[in-house]
């Protein structure tokens, strides 16, 4: 499992007193049976056919169709994990890898993420309405530049010279939301008078 801290990007942050730094975005989202139709709702249908199929191999018998009790009996039942993600992985490829609900201030999706970690929440094999899972998904590395009421001013990391040299850049416009947090911080040497001192992205 990837750790993440604990720092919701949902409000006012701190984050901009440590500018220029350096952060990787996590963004966590679930499916459940009111999730809206289109891809959303095909993706939870498709994870808990595979949940009921996967879950057979450990408990042919049915004796535990609650995913609680089912790991309770069954410890390594936690590879289920794994093994129900491969129905969501098509869904995740169509996407291009945009994360879901991640926009910038023309309503556009604007963050790419480079990994993402699956979990089953919880699950029933006679009743889907329990079935829900989640999506955890990482971005790549960013320079945090600012915060602007509700969004965050991003750059890619090749920008970082430019930029503490006064060039023009673009930035990432980022609008901040629930489930939207930072996976990981750090600050980079950078001091601008000092051309030996190393690369802070390496």
Same mark, same amino acid.
């Given at each position: 499992m990837?750790?993440?801290? @604990?720092?919701?990007?949902?409000? &006012?942050s701190n984050?901009?007193?440590l500018?220029?730094v350096? /952060?990787?975005l996590g963004y966590?989202?679930v499916?459940h049976a009111?999730?809206?139709d289109?891809w $959303?709702?095909?993706l =939870?249908a @498709?994870?808990?056919q $595979? =949940?009921?199929m996967?879950?057979?191999f450990? @408990?042919?018998e049915g004796k +535990?169709?609650? +995913? @609680?009790?089912?790991?309770?009996?069954?410890p *390594?039942? $936690?590879?289920l994990?794994g093994?129900?993600s491969?129905? &969501?992985?098509?869904?995740? *490829?169509? *996407?291009?890898? +945009?994360i879901p609900?991640?926009?910038? &201030?023309?309503?556009?999706?604007?963050?790419?993420f480079?990994?993402f970690?699956f $979990?089953?929440?919880?699950?029933?094999?006679? *009743?889907?309405?329990?079935?829900?899972v989640?999506i955890?998904f990482?971005?790549g590395a960013?320079i945090?530049?600012d915060?602007l /009421?509700?969004?965050?001013?991003?750059?890619p990391t090749d920008?970082y010279d430019g930029w503490?040299n006064?060039e023009k850049?673009h930035?990432?416009?980022?609008?901040m939301?629930?489930?939207l947090?930072?996976h990981?911080i750090?600050k980079?040497?950078?001091?601008?008078h000092?051309?030996s001192d190393p690369?802070?992205?390496?």
């Amino acid at each position: 499992m990837i750790p993440a801290l @604990d720092i919701q990007v949902t409000g &006012a942050s701190n984050v901009g007193q440590l500018r220029p730094v350096i /952060v990787e975005l996590g963004y966590r989202k679930v499916f459940h049976a009111d999730s809206p139709d289109g891809w $959303e709702r095909d993706l =939870f249908a @498709d994870t808990y056919q $595979e =949940f009921c199929m996967q879950a057979q191999f450990y @408990d042919p018998e049915g004796k +535990w169709p609650n +995913w @609680d009790g089912l790991l309770r009996q069954f410890p *390594r039942a $936690e590879k289920l994990h794994g093994l129900v993600s491969t129905a &969501a992985i098509g869904y995740l *490829r169509a *996407r291009n890898q +945009w994360i879901p609900d991640i926009l910038n &201030a023309m309503d556009k999706p604007c963050l790419t993420f480079q990994q993402f970690q699956f $979990e089953v929440l919880a699950s029933h094999r006679q *009743r889907k309405s329990e079935h829900r899972v989640a999506i955890t998904f990482y971005s790549g590395a960013m320079i945090w530049l600012d915060q602007l /009421v509700d969004t965050m001013l991003l750059a890619p990391t090749d920008q970082y010279d430019g930029w503490l040299n006064g060039e023009k850049i673009h930035p990432l416009v980022v609008r901040m939301r629930p489930g939207l947090f930072i996976h990981s911080i750090q600050k980079p040497i950078n001091d601008q008078h000092h051309t030996s001192d190393p690369h802070p992205f390496g």
